[in-house]
C-alpha cells in the first residue's frame, strides 16, 4: 500500500514537499516514482529513484527544480518541489515498480499506485 501526502495550495514560486510512505510489502526492493495527471489530461511522468537511491531520472519540465529521494529505513520516497509553477498543478501520485522501472517513463511498468495528492500552484 502507499499513501502520497503534503499536497496543497501554494503561490507560484514556492515550494512544497510530498511524501509517499509505503507499507505492507519490502520498500526497499522497489523503484519507485512520481507521475501528476493535470486537470483534463493524461497523467505524465515526472520523477523515478532505483532502490537504492544512487540514480535519478527526472522528466524534462521538471529537471533542476524537483528533487525525488528516498529513505528506506522509513518505507518513505520524497519529491521536493521548487520554484513551482501554475502548470505544475496536478494530482501527484506515486508509485512503485521492479528495480529498472526508474529507467523508464511509461505508466504500465509500475505496478502499484497511491492514491493521489493534489498539488494547487496559484499564479
Known amino acids: 500500500q502507499l499513501q502520497a501526502s503534503g499536497g496543497g495550495l501554494v503561490q507560484a514560486g514556492g515550494s512544497l514537499r510530498l511524501s509517499c510512505a509505503a507499507s505492507g510489502r519490502t520498500f526497499s526492493a522497489y523503484a519507485m516514482g512520481w507521475f501528476r495527471q493535470a486537470p483534463g489530461k493524461e497523467r505524465e511522468f515526472v520523477a523515478a529513484i532505483s532502490w537504492s537511491g544512487s540514480s535519478t531520472n527526472y522528466a524534462g519540465s521538471v529537471k533542476g527544480r524537483f528533487t525525488i529521494s528516498r529513505d528506506n529505513a522509513k518505507n518513505t520516497v520524497y519529491l521536493q518541489m521548487n520554484s513551482l509553477k501554475p502548470e505544475d498543478t496536478a494530482v501527484y501520485y506515486c508509485?512503485?515498480?521492479?528495480?529498472?522501472?526508474?529507467?523508464?517513463?511509461?505508466?504500465?511498468?509500475?505496478?502499484?499506485w497511491g492514491q493521489g495528492t493534489l498539488v494547487t500552484v496559484s499564479s
Open positions: 508509485a512503485a515498480g521492479r528495480p529498472d522501472s526508474y529507467l523508464y517513463t511509461a505508466e504500465y511498468i509500475y505496478d502499484y
